[in-house]
């Protein structure tokens, strides 16, 4: 039986229906209203799509990016290095496409380690799924979007001798333990030497890491 064919809705509302042109009014809108005076010249596409990603204008006062986050993560990228990610949610939100060297985005939260590990450890599912990738973090950029413990547990891993990732981009969300870890991840990152960008306070998320991703992955907006 052919299915039939999909009607459109009698049309009641005044607004933009042409993607292209949604994509470009929002980029512009966003420029208007936000204050990037502050971001690394470099950085500023990143810190724009960071805004096109949760709707906040308010959020670029909030972000702080090292001067050599961006080119240090673009060229471990173009090299092939993979993106490790906490969250399947940050690692969906990566535009592949956009991806210079066809390059991985691992999540482990899946493998059936990661359970009992979290148990004994006493900490979350997305910590203890960073241990088990701890063979292809260094070299790699990182990306915390949802776990304020898996950020903590990556700087303890990195403390503990584990060889740094080329970036981390730490943008965890959360009442409990978001503040503190991206505060740790800016004093352990710059007494390092570790290119990194976060954003202070309670505020980060899947999208807003992914979209700080996608702008690092490839300049073009």
Same mark, same amino acid.
């Not at 960071?50 to 308010?58: C, L």
């Not at 001067?67 to 490790?84: E, K, Q, T």
């Not at 004093?187 to 202070?200: K, Q, R, S």
């Given at each position: 039986? *052919?299915?039939?064919?999909?009607? $459109?809705?009698?049309?009641?509302?005044? @607004?933009? #229906?042409?993607?292209?042109?949604? @994509?470009? *009014?929002?980029?512009?809108?966003?420029?208007?209203?936000?204050?990037?005076?502050?971001?690394?010249?470099?950085?500023?596409?990143?810190?724009?799509?960071?805004?096109? #990603?949760?709707?906040?204008?308010?959020?670029?006062?909030?972000?702080?990016?090292?001067?050599?986050?961006?080119? /240090?993560?673009? $060229? /471990?990228?173009?090299?092939?290095?993979?993106?490790?990610?906490?969250?399947?949610?940050?690692?969906? #939100?990566?535009?592949?496409?956009?991806?210079?060297?066809?390059?991985?985005?691992?999540?482990?939260?899946?493998?059936?380690?990661?359970?009992?590990?979290?148990?004994?450890?006493?900490?979350?599912?997305?910590?203890?799924?960073?241990?088990?990738?701890?063979? $292809?973090?260094?070299?790699?950029?990182?990306?915390?979007?949802?776990?304020?413990?898996?950020?903590?547990?990556?700087?303890?891993?990195?403390?503990?001798?584990?060889?740094?990732?080329?970036?981390?981009?730490?943008?965890?969300?959360?009442?409990?333990?978001?503040?503190?870890?991206?505060?740790?991840?800016?004093? @352990?990152?710059? /007494?390092?030497?570790?290119?990194?960008?976060?954003?202070?306070?309670?505020?980060?998320?899947?999208?807003?890491?992914?979209? /700080?991703?996608?702008?690092?992955?490839?300049?073009?907006?």
């Amino acid at each position: 039986m *052919d299915e039939p064919e999909p009607v $459109r809705p009698t049309r009641r509302y005044p @607004y933009e #229906g042409d993607g292209q042109a949604i @994509y470009v *009014d929002s980029f512009a809108t966003i420029r208007a209203e936000t204050d990037l005076t502050h971001v690394p010249a470099d950085a500023e596409k990143v810190v724009v799509r960071m805004v096109h #990603g949760t709707g906040q204008t308010d959020l670029a006062p909030m972000v702080v990016v090292s001067p050599d986050l961006v080119g /240090a993560a673009r $060229r /471990a990228l173009a090299a092939g290095a993979p993106i490790v990610a906490d969250a399947h949610m940050v690692a969906s #939100g990566v535009t592949r496409r956009r991806l210079p060297a066809d390059n991985e985005v691992l999540c482990a939260l899946h493998d059936p380690r990661v359970p009992g590990l979290a148990r004994a450890w006493g900490t979350t599912r997305s910590a203890a799924a960073l241990s088990v990738l701890a063979d $292809r973090i260094p070299g790699s950029v990182v990306a915390i979007g949802n776990a304020p413990t898996a950020l903590f547990h990556l700087l303890e891993m990195l403390a503990d001798g584990c060889a740094p990732p080329a970036a981390i981009v730490g943008c965890p969300v959360g009442f409990i333990g978001a503040a503190e870890s991206k505060e740790a991840l800016a004093e @352990y990152a710059a /007494a390092h030497g570790i290119p990194f960008l976060t954003v202070h306070g309670r505020r980060g998320g899947s999208a807003m890491t992914a979209s /700080a991703l996608n702008a690092i992955a490839q300049e073009a907006e």
